[in-house]
């Protein structure tokens, strides 16, 4: 015999719970799950974004481990070779359902995979005595539902702001907003633990309740705080299975956890086998394995903003590290601009009101940031560059590196490249790995004494060490005449169109400027791939502005496109370049939204 698992997943959410200490929270079902089990203090999505965060509990693998699973919105090939956990549940004899929401950023048949996944798909579909492996998906709760107030108990004057916040009206009407959606979220799961216990299944049934990413308020959900990785995690293990948990019911876990783990996690309660492709780490069930010290996280391109951020997060530490530190966190990103608290804290900094520490998120992107999570939850002050904290930052980044060459990220892998993959990228003969890695840090440090370096490295076969040798030459405070020449000619002619668009970028303060522009512009046009149409626009954006020849347009032809994202970009970039963006007015291209409704 063996046991039933019901997962209950709330969309975009930290942990707002009473359980949790939350003094505003409205959750008495959740309240009441977690004062009866267990309590994961420091439990961790691996993605910021749903999408990379589903891919990686769906298949106990870091989404950056098959890219481009790692973006948001991508499709990544699933082999044969890569299982997920409903797949072997039900090899094992389980019933399993999934209701409904799926968005697993990857080609998985989930017909094949679940025995049924619709808005009725119900454990009660099973055959009489069969175990069932049931999710339920509330949306209630996703960040959609931030875009208008949502009334009730909680109200904005109740509201303690975070230190990197201004207080203004709609950063507190979507704080008061959320925490009624919460209260909404847990009467929902609460009604669905009412029909576990009607259908007398309760006491055969493990019950976890967890949040697919981080909540969705100002810098958190998209963005590599702790904000955007932070979710609730609560499991209930009933009397008769109580020999497979290893800490008591009525307890809090303190050592971290992340959705990585979800995967082995319910095989190990099955009694199944873990894949040796799953990256998790099972922490209930017959094959529990140690305790975690880090959970990992990724940022790649959010919907039309690229970027490359990777995480490290102890109990108390936070460490960031940003490959590319000519991205700011903003500029804007049209769907979550819909929310009045982005468009009051961009309103703000555009008019000078805010402090230092507010205006953080608007510049540019330190390479390193480490943070202090036990004397600074709100993740203020950077102590990456005091000597204090060496030794902290050094584990961090150790502990940072080793998984990346263990997971074989492929972050580094330009998006629509031909390598990327998770069957391409298992080996160094494709996929030079730690030479990438080593390149990248030289490059996004901007280390002074790489310039002979990035130089000779514009000559390597691999297309991925060629853009990364070409970003070291853009991020260089000074380049010589033979940089940019080389650069003119990765630019004119280079096997890879990533690499020209790189070269581009960067010749946009020389004598080469018009022409440098010039390629931008084209490679936003209907010929390129997706990614490559992004990466061009988000270029010209930072680097173009009215007197440019022919950019605004480029942005008004982009507008035109028949992709939502790359709409949006130009949308932005022709009201930048003419002086009349208004955060208060978002880019986000409704009507077409509407039209071509995706899955969420």
């Given at each position: ?69 790692q973006h948001m919105r991508a499709t990544a090939h699933l082999p ?215 959970t990992f996280g990724a940022r790649d391109r959010v919907d039309e ?267 932005f970039l022709r009201q930048s370049i003419a002086g009349t963006y ?19």
């Open positions: 015999m063996r046991p039933n698992i019901l997962w209950l997943v709330s969309e975009d959410n930290n942990s707002w719970l009473g359980c949790y200490g939350d003094p505003l929270a409205r959750t008495p079902n959740l309240d009441a799950l977690g004062r009866k089990g267990v309590i994961y203090r420091n439990a961790t999505s691996t993605a910021s974004v749903c999408a990379p965060s589903r891919y990686a509990f769906l298949t106990g693998m870091h989404a950056e481990s098959n890219a481009p699973a044969a070779a890569i299982p997920t956990y409903p797949q072997l549940m039900r090899n094992a004899g389980y019933y399993c359902t999934n209701n409904e929401k799926t968005d697993y950023n990857c080609d998985v048949d989930v017909d094949a995979i679940w025995d049924e996944s619709s808005q009725s798909a119900h454990w009660r579909g099973r055959a009489k005595g069969q175990p069932f492996m049931a999710v339920f998906n509330s949306l209630t709760t996703h960040e959609r539902f931030t875009f208008k107030p949502t009334p009730g108990a909680v109200e904005p004057d109740q509201i303690n702001l975070p230190g990197y916040l201004p207080d203004r009206p709609g950063i507190r009407e979507n704080f008061a907003s959320y925490h009624n959606l919460m209260e909404k979220m847990d009467a929902e799961f609460g009604a669905r633990l009412a029909e576990l216990e009607a259908d007398g299944l309760a006491e055969d049934t493990i019950v976890f309740y967890y949040g697919d990413n981080g909540g969705t308020m100002p810098r958190s959900k998209h963005y590599p705080w702790r904000e955007g990785f932070e979710v609730p995690l609560i499991v209930y293990v009933p009397p008769k299975w109580r020999h497979l948990s290893p800490v008591g019911m009525g307890t809090e876990v303190a050592t971290p956890v992340s959705l990585l783990d979800l995967a082995p996690t319910v095989l190990s309660l099955a009694g199944l086998d873990v894949p040796k492709t799953m990256q998790g780490k099972a922490f209930l069930g017959a094959r529990t394995e140690d305790p975690r010290e880090f903003r690229d970027g490359l951020v990777r995480v490290a997060m102890t109990e108390r530490w936070h460490y960031m590290r940003t490959y590319t530190p000519h991205r700011p966190y903003w500029p804007e990103m049209a769907y979550a601009w819909r929310m009045a608290g982005y468009q009051d804290w961009d309103a703000a900094w555009r008019a000078g009101e805010l402090d230092s520490v507010q205006s953080a998120f608007f510049e540019a992107q330190p390479y390193e940031a480490l943070y202090d999570m036990s004397a600074d939850p709100d993740q203020l002050v950077n102590l990456a560059d005091d000597p204090a904290y060496a030794q902290e930052l050094a584990r961090c980044r150790d502990a940072l590196d080793r998984q990346m060459l263990a997971i074989r990220d492929n972050g580094f892998i330009p998006e629509g490249s031909p390598l990327e993959g998770w069957q391409n990228t298992r080996s160094n003969a494709k996929y030079p790995l730690g030479d990438i890695m080593a390149l990248a840090r030289r490059a996004a440090s901007r280390d002074p004494d790489a310039a002979g370096y990035f130089l000779a490295a514009m000559d390597h076969a691999n297309e991925v060490v060629r853009y990364w040798a070409a970003i070291g030459l853009l991020l260089a405070e000074h380049r010589s005449p033979a940089a940019d020449a080389r650069l003119a000619s990765a630019m004119r002619s280079d096997s890879s169109v990533h690499v020209r668009l790189v070269a581009a970028e960067a010749l946009t303060p020389t004598d080469l400027r018009g022409e440098a522009i010039g390629v931008l512009s084209q490679l936003t046009g209907p010929d390129q791939i997706q990614a490559v149409r992004l990466g061009a626009l988000n270029a010209l954006t930072f680097v173009a502005g009215a007197k440019d020849p022919g950019v605004a347009d480029t942005a008004a032809a982009a507008e035109q496109a028949d992709d939502l994202q790359i709409r949006n970009a130009g949308r208004n955060p208060h007015q978002p880019v986000f291209d409704l009507q077409y939204f509407l039209k071509n409704l995706p899955k969420e």
